[in-house]
Nanobody, 115 residues
Framework: QVQLVESGGGLVEPGGSLRLSCVAS????????MYWVRQAPGKGLEWVSS????????YYANSVKGRFTISRDNAKNTVYLQMDSLKPEDTALYYCSRDVAGRLRGQGTQVTVSS
């Protein structure tokens, strides 16, 4: 069956960095766009970033543009989210997803930005 398993979250101080990973299985990863979405406490799902099947086209939400970088390794069935210059407002549960709305997402990894 389809599985998306995120990892790499944690507690980091403002200005710090984290790298999230998502390992996919159960579908043809290399042929799919992949997405990162997040959900902050008490809020709905928010799209963060997208990457095309080959990795050459990426999009970012304005709130993370210039600080986050999405990438993928199709040989490893893995999509990444490098997060730099983290802010407290980046605190959320981060999911990778097969669709931009986040309906086909994994279980998530918690990112907490706090001093």
């Amino acid at each position: 069956q389809v599985q998306l398993v995120e990892s790499g979250g944690g507690l980091v101080e403002p200005g710090g960095s984290l790298r999230l990973s998502c390992v996919a299985s159960g579908f043809t990863f290399r042929m799919n766009w992949m997405y990162w979405v997040r959900q902050a406490p008490g809020k709905g799902l928010e799209w963060v970033s997208s990457i095309n099947s080959g990795g050459g086209i990426t999009y970012y939400a304005n709130s993370v543009k210039g600080r986050f970088t999405i990438s993928r390794d199709n040989a490893k069935n893995t999509v990444y989210l490098q997060m730099d210059s983290l802010k407290p407002e980046d605190t959320a549960l981060y999911y990778c997803s097969r669709d931009v709305a986040g309906r086909l997402r994994g279980q998530g990894t918690q990112v907490t930005v706090s001093s």
